[in-house]
């Protein structure tokens, strides 16, 4: 597609609940990136993929979250036993590989996800 | 101390005027730096990237680079009420990240 596509838009669920959110990167982007971004607040870093593997997951909180990218194209973020302290908006970005470089970054619309 | 810092403003400038928006980084080793623009509600869009000291213009931006003082800028030319929003200072803080981290960003808010 022609920009990154994330689903849903919004999501509202309860407290305990499993969540899963799911990014489609723009063609040809082997990168993609998770983030967590809170009111007032700049992203805040989840996890980077580089094709199918997760080159760098140090962001994720704890073990509740978890995500994948089995074909090296779509990501799926997945948070289990939700808590309402993870109300926020999840961006997904991507962006081409460039030797000795961090690409730029493009972003997705966002999934706002908000826990009662 | 953050690993990348923001005054989160406002930032109140007339219209037409120049906006000078400051970021500090905390780690020497950084070697690519981004600005990147947020309206209310939306997803932060790339404005510039720069990757060497000094200046990098593009239209009525132009960012700014010292990797010796560990600052990064951006000013904004003729500023335009659609200008206001949110800018948000991205750096890889460590050259073994692909990831970027981001300024929590400054409000900047042009008056007509």
């Known amino acids: 597609g022609a920009g990154v596509s994330q689903t849903p838009s919004n999501k509202v669920t309860e407290k305990g609940k499993y969540v899963e959110l799911r990014c489609d990167p723009i063609?040809?982007?082997?990168?993609l990136y998770w983030y967590r971004q809170s009111l007032g607040q700049g992203p805040e870093f989840l996890i980077y993929f580089q094709g199918t593997g997760a080159a760098d997951d140090s962001g994720l909180p704890n073990d509740r979250f978890f995500a994948v990218r089995p074909e090296g194209s779509v990501s799926t973020l997945k948070i289990q036993r939700t808590e309402r302290g993870d109300s926020a908006v999840y961006l997904c970005?991507?962006?081409?590989?460039?030797?000795?470089?961090?690409?730029?970054?493009?972003f997705g619309e966002g999934s706002r996800l908000t826990v009662l | 101390q953050k690993e990348v810092e923001q005054n989160s403003g406002p930032l109140s400038v007339p219209e037409g005027a120049i906006a000078s928006l400051n970021c500090t980084y905390s780690?020497?080793?950084?070697?690519?730096f981004f600005w990147y623009r947020q309206y209310s509600g939306k997803s932060p869009e790339l404005i510039m990237s720069?990757?060497?000291?000094g200046d990098k213009e593009d239209g009525r931006f132009t960012a700014q680079l010292n990797k010796a003082s560990q600052y990064v800028s951006l000013l904004i030319r003729d500023s335009q009420p659609s200008d206001s929003a949110t800018y948000l200072c991205a750096v890889n803080v460590n050259t073994g990240r692909r990831a970027l981290t981001f300024g929590s960003g400054t409000r900047l808010q042009v008056q007509p």
């Open positions: 063609s040809g982007h082997t990168a």
């Open positions: 970005a991507s962006s081409l590989y460039r030797a000795g470089h961090t690409g730029e970054l493009f």
């Open positions: 720069i990757y060497s000291n």
């Open positions: 780690d020497r080793g950084s070697q690519s």
